[in-house]
C-alpha cells in the first residue's frame, strides 16, 4: 500500500470505530466521544493490539503514518489550547475574587499536595516511573500538576450537555476552572525550565511582553474576520518561540491565547471553531494519544499506580472545594457538585501528560497511568453530577 492509502486507512479507523463503539453502545452519559477515542487509540495501540498482531500495526501504524497524524494533531490540539487560553475570563473572576480565589486555590493546592505524595510512593517503588531526563522535584512535581488539572474545554462540553453552562452554577463553575487553568500553565513553565537555555528563556519573556503590547493595540482595530486569521499567525509565533527557549510549544499556544481578550471574537465563532476541531481534528489527537501508551512495566503495576493517581485527585479536588465551601459557607450541595465538576480532567491533563513526555520528564509507564487516571475521573463526572443537580433544584 501507497503512503497515502494506508494514512486513509489509519484515518477510517481513527473516525469509524470510536464512533461506532459510541453510538451504538449509547456510552455519552459514562463515555463521551472523546473519551472513547482514547480508549480507542489505548486498544489499537502497540501495547495491546499492537502486541497480539505486530505486522498489523506495522502495517497499518508505520512511522511515515504516525508522524503525519502527530502533525496533525499537534496542530489541532495547540488551536485547542489557544481557545482555552482566550476563553479564560480574568475580568470576571477578578469581580469576584474573594471567592474565586479561595475556591481556586483551594481546588488546586490540596489535589497537587495528594498527587505529590502519590508521586513520591511510586518513584520509592521505582525509579522506571520517571523519565530520564528529569529531577526527582520536576517528576514529582508534574504528577502533582496533573492531579489538579481541570479540562476548561472538555467542561464546557459537559456543562452544555448538564444545561448549566450558562447558569449562576455554571458561571461560577467556570471562574474557579479558569484560574486553576492559568496557575497550571504557569506551574507546567517552571517545571519545563532548562537552566541551560536561561538566557533564551530570558529573551521570551521580554520579546512576548513587548509583542503582546503590539497585538493587544492592534487587534481591537481589525475587522473580526482579519482577527481569527492574525490569531493564527500569533498563536504559530507564539508556539515556535516558546519551543525555541526550551519552554513548550503548547505554553506558548496557551499563552498567545491568554492575554488576547475573548471579546474582541464572537462566542458564537468560538463555539463553532471548538465542535469543528473536536469533529475533524482532535480525535486524530485522541487517537494518538493512546497510539503512546506502552506497558513496560507489569500491567497490573501501572493499574495500581493509576487507581492511586484517581485517589489523590478525585479526593484531592473534592476535600478542597469542601475545605472551600466552609469557609465561604455555601450550601454542602453545591460544594459537591463543583466538586466533581472540577474534576473533569481529559484532554487538558492528557495535554500535559504528553508535554510531560515529550520532555522525558516521565517515563511511558506513568504517561500510560496518568491517561487511564484522566480518562476515569472525566468518566465519573456526568454519572456523579447528574443526580446531584436533580437535588439541587429541587431545593432550590
Known sequence: MSTIETFLLAMLLILSVPYLIWRLGNTDY?????????????????????????????LVFNTEVTNILSGIGSWAVMVFVWLAGLELDLQEAWQHRRESSITAGLAFSVPLLAGCIAAALMLWHSNEW????????????????????????????????????????????????????????????????????????????????????????????????????????????????ADWAGLHYM???????????????????????????????????????????????DGATVLVAAALLLAACVGGKLWGVQLAGKILRWPAQDARIIGWLLQTKALIMIIFANILLDRDIISHSSFTALLLMAIASTMLTIPMVAPRLIEHRQYS
Request: glycine share 8%.
Open 30 to 58: 459514562y463515555a463521551p466521544l472523546v473519551v472513547v477515542q482514547i480508549l480507542t487509540g489505548i486498544v489499537l495501540g502497540p501495547g495491546l493490539l499492537g502486541a497480539a498482531f505486530p505486522e498489523y500495526y506495522q
Open 130 to 241: 520517571m523519565g530520564s531526563a528529569a529531577q526527582d522535584w520536576q517528576f514529582i512535581v508534574g504528577i502533582g500538576m496533573a492531579c489538579s488539572v481541570t479540562a476548561l474545554p472538555i467542561l464546557v462540553l459537559l456543562m452544555e450537555k448538564l444545561s448549566i453552562l450558562r447558569t449562576p452554577l455554571g458561571q461560577r463553575v467556570l471562574r474557579y476552572a479558569s484560574l486553576d487553568d492559568l496557575v497550571v500553565w504557569g506551574v507546567l513553565a517552571m517545571i519545563l525550565m532548562d537552566w541551560h537555555r536561561l538566557g533564551r528563556q530570558a529573551t521570551f519573556i521580554v520579546v512576548f511582553i513587548a509583542a503582546t503590547i503590539i497585538a493587544r493595540r492592534a487587534f481591537p482595530r481589525m475587522p473580526e474576520r482579519d482577527r481569527w486569521y492574525a490569531g493564527l499567525i500569533w498563536l504559530s509565533a507564539c508556539g515556535l518561540f
Open 251 to 297: 505554553v506558548g499556544a496557551f499563552l498567545s491565547g491568554a492575554v488576547l481578550d475573548h471579546r474582541w471574537f464572537k462566542q458564537e465563532s468560538m463555539d463553532q471553531l471548538r465542535h469543528f476541531l473536536l469533529l475533524v481534528l482532535m480525535p486524530v489527537f485522541f487517537l494518538n494519544t493512546g497510539l503512546r501508551t506502552h506497558w513496560n512495566m
